[in-house]
Nanobody, 124 residues
């Protein structure tokens, strides 16, 4: 059974850091593209970062480049999102997802199975 479980969210002050974890089970995460997405109230879900299934290449949406880093620990079957220099506009529910049929993508429609999400709240 495919399962993705996010953790690591919470309340942080602007400029602070958080590391989100996406623990995968039921499949081998490094064989597939894994993405991180976020959805703020009243906004559409947007792709934040992804790591490819082929060579581990990483991709980011422009608003997080230089601040967020996606990585993968194959031994733990877990994908991480390190978030630094957080801003209030980063506040959202963050989800991870797996894509069975694409090498890499930031478009949510490319992903097939999703975790329940973890809340990130950036505020002073």
């Amino acid at each position: 059974q495919v399962q993705l479980v996010e953790s690591g969210g919470g309340l942080v002050q602007p400029g602070g850091s958080l590391r989100l974890s996406c623990a995968a089970s039921g499949f081998t995460a490094d064989y597939y593209a894994i993405g991180w997405f976020r959805q703020a109230p009243g906004k559409e879900r947007e792709g934040v970062a992804c790591i490819s299934s082929s060579d581990g290449s990483t991709y980011y949406t422009d608003s997080v480049k230089g601040r967020f880093t996606i990585s993968r620990d194959n031994a733990k079957n877990t994908v991480y999102l390190q978030m630094n220099s957080l801003k209030p506009e980063d506040t959202a529910v963050y989800h991870c997802a797996v894509a069975w049929h694409v090498i890499a993508a930031l478009a949510p429609d490319s992903y097939d199975d999703w975790g329940q999400g973890t809340q990130v709240f950036v505020s002073s």
